[in-house]
């Protein structure tokens, strides 16, 4: 769906293969507005097909009538938002948006229109419904034979006459199809198998992103990962046959605004996450291609940066490798020493992430002088029984970082709740041989974790997301489809957009 059009129309106007009229509960109930209208040039069947279907407007439910030549519009498709409770919120939109793509698909349409609740804000509408259609359209099915039903080529966006004219619906269809865009190209670098989405295969991403907006990329191999003296990061990918890389791309704006202290956006980019020696059992395995979640996270939101062009600079930096139990592998017992000189002792060659990101983390703050440093990561099965599969685990200690990250969550609509750095965790990590030891006990882990890093942020203003949760989904819902979602691409673009330098 590459093409987005905002038009100002009546909906009983619109000539689309499917007509997509998002309704709250209460106004399936009142059975006025333009759902009044579309039922009386539809002499009366769709109020009568809402009585006999039991449609109530719940969300992610809908409702398909053929409109046999009554109006210019192949189908109309109701679709629930829920209650108006939510108003407030253009959420509810973009999930409506994403299951009116999905069924839009199925039902063939060439050109979906979705309406534009006339209740919401008209901005924020227009980019939710752009989201969340164009994310609901989404497919991953390159290794299908038969693949899925095609993707409608076309969506409008349907605003009230003269609406469409607005600086506030260009640009927030705009935006919205950016990030959009963006949240795909992740998806589709965690759904690639782990055999493809190597080390190098990100870094070769990395660089592509820049050939194609003209960021700035590095890349380092395994040679200069060992004269920087990363440690733990050499440690983790010992066992692997894949080269390592360390890469960082740069929005770096001319003049003054580039002299600025940067915002420095870290990804997990684990290719596959076997646990090392600490073997995972086999079910724990299966997902572990997504490990590198964060990493595709951070480079997609740098496709968005480039097009928002911020007035300071903004980096997106990431290690890659695999953790595999080869035989030159690191060993539980064995002891690390970082990037910043702390001593790790490997309890668990499955706490792997952490030690990579340390290294990371340390080098960014120490050769980029961030004014604030976000990690985004697929850290802890903890984080995932604390919070589920649909909600990122947000810690960090008081500050700009991880204000702005909650701030820019409620906008964006996905869904984050901060987990507190308690100190008293810390003890968890206490080691009698090094600085400190990789792991500890169970309870309490995805903080230790969090605790953990923070030791290799140099007193940056910084921030942890933990996406171990979200990061995949094995349910379609609202605008996810199965495998790679896309979060937080679009948190990090809102921080971007919110961030004062
Ligand atoms: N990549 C995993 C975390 C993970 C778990 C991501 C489930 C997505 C879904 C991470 O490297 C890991 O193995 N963490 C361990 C840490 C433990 C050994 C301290 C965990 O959470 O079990
Ligand atoms: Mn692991
Ligand atoms: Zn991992």
Not at 23 to 42: I, N, Q, T, Y
Not at 175 to 201: I, K
Not at 307 to 325: D, I, K, Q, S, W
Request: aromatic share 4%; net charge positive; hydrophobic share 45%.
């Amino acid at each position: 769906m590459a093409h987005v059009d905002v038009r100002g129309a009546s909906p009983a106007s619109v000539a689309a293969d499917v007509l997509a009229l998002p309704l709250f509960e209460e106004e399936v109930k009142a059975g006025g507005g333009a759902l009044g209208e579309l039922d009386a040039r539809l002499g009366g069947h769709l109020l009568a097909a809402i009585r006999a279907e039991a449609f109530a407007g719940k969300a992610e439910t809908t409702l398909t009538l053929p409109t046999l030549g009554k109006l210019p519009a192949g189908r109309v498709l109701l679709v629930g938002l829920g209650s108006s409770g939510r108003l407030g919120s253009a959420e509810a939109l973009r999930v409506a948006a994403g299951v009116a793509a999905r069924a839009g698909a199925r039902a063939g349409a060439k050109l979906l229109a979705i309406v534009v609740p006339p209740a919401l804000e008209l901005g924020p509408a227009v980019r939710a419904a752009t989201e969340g259609a164009l994310l609901g359209a989404y497919r991953f099915d390159r290794y299908l034979s038969a693949k899925k039903p095609a993707r409608p080529e076309k969506l409008w966006v349907v605003v009230p006459r003269g609406q469409e004219r607005t600086a506030a619906a260009r640009e927030e269809a705009g935006l919205g199809a950016a990030v959009a865009q963006a949240v795909a190209w992740a998806r589709d670098l965690v759904n690639e198998p782990p055999m493809v989405c190597t080390p190098s295969h990100l870094a070769r991403a990395a660089q592509e992103v820049a050939k194609e907006t003209g960021l700035k990329v590095e890349v380092r191999g395994p040679r200069e990962i060992a004269a920087l003296r990363m440690g733990m990061f050499q440690g983790v990918t010992r066992g692997s046959a894949e080269e390592p890389r360390l890469v960082k791309l740069s929005w770096l704006p001319r003049g003054a605004a580039g002299k600025k202290a940067p915002l420095v956006l870290v990804g997990k980019a684990i290719t596959f996450d076997s646990g090392g020696l600490s073997l995972k059992p086999t079910e724990s395995m299966v997902t572990m291609n997504s490990d590198m979640a964060g990493s595709a996270a951070v480079m997609a939101t740098m496709k968005v940066v480039a097009r928002l062009e911020p007035a300071f600079p903004v980096h997106a930096v990431f290690g890659a490798c695999e953790n595999m139990p080869g035989g030159r592998a690191y060993k539980p017992s064995d002891v690390l020493r970082a990037y910043n000189g702390k001593t790790v002792q490997v309890t668990n060659t499955d706490a792997e992430g952490r030690l990579v990101l340390g290294d990371v983390l340390a080098w960014a703050a120490d050769t980029l002088a961030p004014a604030g440093m976000v990690d985004v990561a697929t850290l802890t099965g903890a984080c995932v029984v604390a919070l589920g599969n649909g909600i990122v685990g947000a810690m960090g200690p008081d500050g700009p970082v991880i204000d702005g990250v909650l701030a820019a969550a409620r906008r964006s609509g996905e869904e984050l709740w901060r987990l507190p750095l308690h100190e008293s965790v810390r003890d968890n990590l206490k080691s009698d041989v090094a600085d400190m030891k990789n792991s500890g006990e169970r309870w309490g882990s995805a903080l230790s974790a969090g605790l953990f890093l923070q030791e290799f942020t140099g007193g940056v203003p910084w921030a942890h997301l933990d996406i171990a949760g979200p990061s995949h989904t094995g349910k379609e819902r609202g605008y996810w489809s199965k495998g790679g979602t896309g979060v937080p691409v679009r948190t990090l673009v809102e921080l971007v957009r919110g961030w004062k330098a």
